[in-house]
């Protein structure tokens, strides 16, 4: 049985003094926004972090430094990250078959891949489409080149289906006796460009080298083998260092609510990167909105009724300690965490908000994104949240995703040319915006997200949440 | 006093059975074309081919054969090239002032650089917008590293002044002192994509490291200039071989004409490119258009009038000495050398031509052009040649050049991006068939376009010839 909307709205209505902060909140994260000026000294005096490097402990200081400079209790919680390093990389055609000169293939090594062993890899390429088409090798794989060759869609709807083949298909290769893995880039647009990304050696697979293709390659590749035999000397000097891990941190802060403290609305973003661009989109536009937005709330005359708590999380790209470690060490607490939201998604504009709370869950998001009308961004639907949050989802916490626009986000993403140029200034600061007000909004309202449970009654999210890395 | 069309026409009609074959060209350039599998077989199994290496050697031979493939009389005269080579290249960021941490800059050497000696090239960097201004440096310049930032305008017309800051750029820094020179890409897209190109040492400029950096990393460094002082590592193994020369060629191939044998039409594109991509659309594309289009041409019953003559120029890109060889070894026969065409605006959609043969030469090829109606590639204006006809303009040869779409041209001109895929297939045909069409009709009419004088009559070309290089 339905309420009529107006019912709701009365039911829901906080009281009136709080009522107008989301419009004062709003005016303020667009008329006198840190956002942009924060993710260009990001950006441009840290650049890139990958966790474990020497960028992502700058990073880590910088962030401390700014929320204090932003007047807010900060601190830092340990978390231990693996230590991966990329090194040269290089690949090459070799003469034969087809091909009459030597020719440089732009490649990038993938997260996790062990490099090549002294001179390099030279060995024959084995086209295929997919895991299945790569486990089907069988003695055919054996000390040759596996290329996982799938064209992305425009757009990003593609990622969730090929992010999979750099996920999965150098273990898959390796498990039918690959020598080593190359994957055509996850990308929309390409300028001759790889990109990289985390790829895993679940299941006991024996780790090979594993390296992504620009798209022009792959399709070069894909030509010449057409033509005839081909083979490719890879040389890879990534690896991890010895000893494999570095102590790191979460960087966090936070606003305490006014009356249930103890009730905490967790915003979240990752402060690593990958190492290629200066990460941008990936995720410094989601650290500087989280930034902006416990700014935001901490100079509103008096606090939210619960605590915001912001927290910029360490190694999402390529190990998701931070995520994990949050999550167990704060285990006590989550019972208490109301919400949390993530912030991964670039720096486009906001559409609105996906949700993991059941469709009552959905139903009071929709109710707390009215005030965002006026940026469009009152789009609610059921689906994941970030992979930082997914283990405080899998503890029961309701989780919220910020949706954006992301028509050109997979040209950039896990590539040199994710910039601070890519950021359109309006556009960040009206996401930062959509941030501050739902932060406010779940901190504010009387009633809380229904706890997801292990079969949540929302239709599961079309993409898992660690595909987005 | 003007004549009426109908009289035009009829004055300028060739005899009827000739009046039929430009529309059987036109068929069969786009029914049968081989312009788009030869241009994937040079850019895929050759690749690259700067002048003076091995890939320009493989692409000579390539040529040769691919003409004596089509059956047709086809030869190599000898042009001594300057051998630029590339090596290592990085910059870095260092640490003072702003900059936090190292960060890696992409950067490309501009074609005559030397290298950095030694640890490479450590200093400050000051920036300019222009010539102009970077002459002013006085002083200021000593031992530092002159940075050109101006923004390129998107579609290509910007290309002819801002290009004036790569080839004079480096030489105008050295003359204040400077140690080394940054110029900000030329290009209309960007995916931290550096692109190359000649820069030149004349007026007795002392070599300098050059360098060009991506549009995002010139975005970077004046952010940070904006901040305080910049200090660069530039790393450049460039420079040229000892000694500084190597043989190649020049390949020819012809139909000869069946009245006036002596009277030559040239078709003419370059086959060497830079050394980042594998030179698609610059300039894989003339060299397929010429070759099929003199194919075409030598398949009809009887051959035209007048020669046919197909040169594939040797370093365009670095020293232009195939195209001043030609007319060096040529020079007796210029006279009589009725027209050169040039092929070397990508491959996109043709457009038409430009011309330089005074407002009778316009006049003229317009009433050539009119097969190209149903290619829409009918516009006929003046303006110049390409850079490897530019040595036969200034003996008097009336030359064209044929125009093309070119809106994404400048995004992957002289970068790693320059690759076969970006290629539309009818847009090459459509191209290859207006260079076969207006091969035919110079060779074929009666009439010949008037001579160029040393000040023609028509208004000077607002982008120089060799400016495209």
């Known amino acids: 049985m339905l309420a009529t909307p107006c019912l709701l709205l009365m039911l829901a209505a906080p009281p009136a003094a709080s009522a107008e902060v989301p419009e004062r909140l709003l005016r303020a994260t667009q008329g006198q926004s840190q956002a942009v000026a924060r993710l260009a000294e990001l950006t441009d005096t840290v650049g890139p972090r990958l966790a474990g490097s020497p960028g992502a402990a700058a990073a880590v200081a910088w962030a401390l ?32 078959g087809p091909v009459l000169r030597p020719q440089r293939l732009a490649v990038t090594a993938l997260g996790n891949s062990p490099g090549t062993a002294g001179g390099g890899l030279s060995a024959e390429v084995i086209e295929v489409r997919s895991l299945e088409e790569a486990a089907a090798l069988g003695a055919q794989a054996r000390g040759r080149i596996v290329f996982f060759n799938h064209a992305m869609a425009t757009g990003g709807p593609g990622y969730g289906d090929t992010a999979q083949l750099r996920t999965r298909g150098p273990a898959t290769a390796s498990r039918v006796g690959a020598a080593g893995a190359l994957v055509r880039s996850l990308a929309t647009a390409s300028l001759r460009t790889p990109h990289t990304g985390m790829t895993s050696w679940e299941g006991g697979a024996s780790p090979i080298p594993a390296a992504a293709v620009s798209v022009e390659d792959a399709e070069l590749l894909h030509r010449l083998l057409a033509r005839g035999p081909v083979r490719v000397q890879l040389t890879l000097g990534c690896g991890f260092a010895s000893p494999a891990t570095v102590e790191s941190a979460n960087v966090l802060a936070e606003v305490r609510g006014r009356e249930r403290p103890e009730e905490v609305v967790l915003i979240g973003a990752h402060l690593d990167s990958w190492d290629l661009g200066t990460g941008a989109i990936d995720d410094g536009a989601g650290v500087v909105m989280v930034m902006e937005a416990l700014r935001q709330i901490s100079l509103q005359p008096q606090a939210p009724r619960r605590t915001v708590r912001a927290v910029l999380f360490m190694n999402e790209e390529n190990g998701l300690e931070g995520g994990l470690g949050y999550a167990r060490r704060h285990a006590a607490e989550l019972p208490r965490t109301v919400a949390a939201v993530e912030a991964d998604s670039g720096a486009g504009r906001p559409l609105g908000f996906s949700v993991t709370a059941g469709e009552v869950g959905l139903a009071l998001v929709r109710r707390l994104a009215s005030p965002l009308a006026s940026l469009e961004a009152t789009r609610v639907e059921a689906g994941a949240g970030g992979a930082d949050i997914s283990p405080l989802q899998e503890a029961g916490v309701p989780t919220l995703s910020l949706q954006q626009e992301t028509s050109r986000y997979f040209d950039w993403h896990h590539s040199a040319a994710d910039t601070f140029d890519k950021v359109v200034p309006a556009e960040l600061i009206a996401s930062a915006a959509a941030m501050t007000i739902m932060a406010w909004q779940l901190a504010e309202a009387p009633e809380t997200l229904p706890r997801v449970t292990s079969s949540p009654p929302v239709k599961a999210p079309p993409v898992p949440a660690p595909d987005r890395r």
Request: proline share 3%; net charge negative; hydrophobic share 45%.
């Open 65 to 96: 430094r700014a929320f204090e400079a932003d007047g807010l209790k900060a601190w830092l919680e340990p978390v231990t990250v693996t230590a991966w390093t990329r090194g040269e990389e290089r690949a090459e055609l070799l003469v034969g």
